[in-house]
């Protein structure tokens, strides 16, 4: 474990703020949301100061970071009784809207998550099978599969 810099520091946010707000964004479906807990990953990567072998492996550990948040946020949220009048409205992060990410959206999570590392973020099924925790068959067959969903979403 290394001590962070201020400059390094700035450099990893500068590099994947973005990226990790879209992860997040795709699990909790909130800007609020996305932004805690992209910030919550900046602070458990300062608190930590995890010695990265390369760049790849650096990317790798953030992302899986925000979906282990992102998946303990949703059970959190799960667990929380919230009464109707305090339910806000939530905005989207300033994406252009479009049919093909709004149906992506609409998949459920194993489809959406795999759907969304492979298209928009450029992952292999490999590194998506690393990142999420499964094997690359399952996320080959969750690709087909919500390869086939969006197909009959977006014919709607």
């Known amino acids: 474990m290394k001590q962070m810099d201020r400059l390094e520091a700035e450099r990893i946010v500068a590099a994947y703020a973005d990226t990790l707000l879209r992860v997040s ?7 609020q ?4 807990v ?5 602070l458990k990567l300062l ?5 990265f072998q390369n760049a790849e492996h650096e990317k790798a550990w953030l992302i899986r970071t925000t979906i ?22 939530r905005e ?21 998550a795999a759907i969304y590392l492979f298209y928009y973020e ?4 490999q590194e998506i099978a690393s990142l999420l925790g499964r094997s690359e068959s399952a996320v080959a067959a969750h690709l087909s ?7 009959n979403l977006l014919d709607k």
């Open 38 to 42: 992209v910030q919550t990953v900046f």
């Open 68 to 89: 282990n948040t992102c998946k303990d946020e949703l059970r959190a949220f799960r667990r929380k009784a919230v009464p109707l009048d305090a339910a806000m409205e």
């Open 92 to 112: 989207a992060p300033e994406v252009p809207s479009s049919p093909v990410l709004e149906s992506v959206m609409a998949l459920p999570e194993k489809y959406r």
């Open 33 to 36: 949301d996305a932004e805690d």
């Open 122 to 125: 450029g992952y292999t099924i």
């Open 25 to 31: 964004f795709t699990y909790l479906r909130s800007t």
């Open 145 to 151: 599969r919500g390869r086939k969903k969006l197909r």
């Open 47 to 51: 608190a930590s100061g995890p010695d």
